[in-house]
């Protein structure tokens, strides 16, 4: 859409009053922090009622014009991506504390010479006023054009397709709950609280997470000055049980942009049970067995295949030694039958932005990459898809699996020896064209024989390739969207692209060795 642009004084009073609310914010986060030593409350920060941290529409608009005039640029394109991630967290035998996270990423096309670049700068709350963030934009300037290299000088007309003057169109998302906004603020503790108190008074001790964001992003587009506007929620509990020796471990976790359906009492009771059930494992011999692989271990799977889809990697959708764009599997049955994967930004549950995050904001809508079992589509950078005649797609980092109707319960009873997976660890590719992947399990790892649980066994380290377990499906259950959980050590990363996996029974998985051996 056409909107009508501020005047140049508007502008800049909406960018100070942005920048001054943020740094007000860090401020007020700070002495908090400061004074009591952790996040205690079940309110928030005192004296901060405003529940949408993120840049309101107006002011993304204004910021977007602000760097246009800034580079003395009025046909650039520009994108605005603002984040604010607020996490509360308990470990045992320490009080609560808070994590917050507030930035924003402003990338716009830059010419050097002959080279049409996109440009971009992380702004965090050290950027107070006006004043420095114009000083940051003048400065973000790359090395003189007489020392580009050469060879970018022949990639010109690739970039001259994605520059040139044009009006993007993006498919609608609805990723926005005022309820996860709301929420930040005034019921991070109340949150936490729910999720550890059924451990009170039991032998177990828990780790608890609560995390929630608001994510806005805005895009201006060429000449025509068209401007979208696109903002979205996210929230996701996790808690990890464990008992008093060490020995028994479980975990749970639950994900949703609405944080009215969050559900902290039924992950206290999961991971409470899963804990219980690892109570005194056992040693198993490492081999192939038939798994029972949870939810969560298969969207670990996905998460962790999105990139293979790439046409530029190895993979085993590929072909070795064939030029980028020739030949590859598509056409071919690389999965069970019953197995589709879908992406659609539309998807209330499932969806993602309906673009490229890595300031060119291209438009990607939705794909179909495994119909049945059969691979439909790769996708493609935007040069590679310019260059190669492709439409460019992100990859399937935001992805639906179809299911089944078999229960868990349901596998157990029809597997005669195997073993059931609650999730993975350290999961990694080993080879890039098999798609083989090694790791270990984590937080409940159980014998199953004759269709019934028989015990809790020690972690096993796996080296297995999805892409081949994906063809020895057995059964498939209800679909659901996995919890990764939250790691603060990579704050930046959560949130998470959401994944929508079901349960799944194969044949002849992999645990390679014990993970205490490995």
């Known amino acids: ?20 609310r943020r740094a007000d914010r860090a401020d007020r986060l700070a002495h908090y922090s400061a004074s009591q030593g952790a996040y205690r409350g079940t309110s928030g920060l005192p004296g901060v009622a405003a529940p949408r941290r993120i840049m309101t529409r107006e002011e993304a608009i204004a910021l977007g014009q602000f760097v246009r005039e800034t580079k003395n640029r009025p046909d650039a394109d520009v994108q605005i991506l603002h984040k604010a991630t607020a996490v509360a967290m308990r470990y045992p035998d320490s009080a609560p504390r808070c994590l917050d996270v507030d930035a924003f990423q402003l990338s716009w096309q830059e010419t ?48 001259d397709k994605i520059y040139q003057p044009h009006t993007y169109t993006y498919l609608p998302s609805k990723l926005w709950h005022s309820t996860t906004a ?58 990890t049980v ?18 009215n359906q969050l559900a902290p009492e039924r992950v206290a009771r999961e991971a409470i049970a899963v804990a219980k059930q690892q109570l005194h494992p056992t040693r198993a011999e490492p081999g192939r067995y038939t798994a029972i692989l949870s939810a969560t271990a ?20 590929s072909v070795r030694g064939v030029p980028l764009g020739g030949r590859d599997r598509r056409g071919q049955r690389v999965f069970d039958p019953r197995i589709t994967l879908v992406t659609d930004p539309s998807d209330p549950e499932g969806g993602d932005f309906p673009f490229f995050p890595d300031g060119l904001a291209y438009p990607s809508g939705k794909a179909t990459w495994v ?28 992805v639906r699996m179809t299911g089944g109707p078999t229960s868990v319960e349901e596998m157990i009873a029809q597997c005669e020896r195997g073993m059931y997976v609650h999730r993975f660890s350290s999961l990694s590719s080993a080879d890039l064209w098999s798609g083989t992947m090694d790791g270990f399990t984590r937080g409940g790892c159980l014998l199953i024989m004759n269709g019934k649980i028989k015990g809790p066994v020690k972690d096993f380290r796996f ?3 999805p892409f081949l377990a994906f ?8 679909p659901q969207r996995v919890a990764f959980g939250f790691t603060p050590r990579v704050a930046t990363a959560w949130p998470y692209s959401p994944v929508i996996a079901p349960p799944m029974m194969v044949r002849d998985f992999n645990f390679s060795a014990l993970a205490d051996n490995a």
Request: charged share 20%; proline share 4%; with cysteine.
């Open 471 to 478: 063809n020895r499906v057995l059964a498939l259950g209800t």
């Open 1 to 20: 859409m056409t909107d009508s642009l501020p005047s140049p004084a508007r502008v800049r009073t909406l960018v100070a009053t942005f920048l001054a």
């Open 298 to 317: 298969v969207g670990q799977f996905l998460q962790q295949m999105a990139g293979s889809f790439n046409v530029a990697a190895a993979s085993p959708f």
């Open 242 to 259: 464990r008992s008093a020796d060490g020995t028994a471990t479980g975990w749970s976790g639950h994900a949703h942009r609405d944080w």
């Open 371 to 398: 119909e049945q079992g059969v691979l439909k589509q790769r996708s493609v950078s935007v040069s590679n898809g310019l260059t190669l005649g492709m439409t460019p797609l992100r990859n399937p980092d935001c």
């Open 463 to 465: 080296y297995e390739s």
């Open 182 to 239: 709301a929420a930040v603020d005034t019921q991070r503790g109340a949150m936490l609280a729910r999720l550890l108190d059924p451990l009170a008074g039991t032998e177990w001790r828990g780790a608890g997470t609560v995390a929630a964001s608001e994510i806005g992003f805005c895009v201006f587009t060429g000449a025509m000055k068209n401007i979208h506007w696109d903002e979205a929620t996210d929230s996701e509990i996790s808690l």
């Open 112 to 159: 050097f010479g002959v080279i049409a670049e996109n440009k971009y700068v992380w702004i965090t709350t050290d950027v107070r006023d006006i004043e420095t963030l114009r000083h940051v934009l003048q400065h973000a300037i790359r090395p003189a054009p007489e020392s580009i290299d050469p060879d970018e000088i022949e990639e010109r007309a690739t970039w």
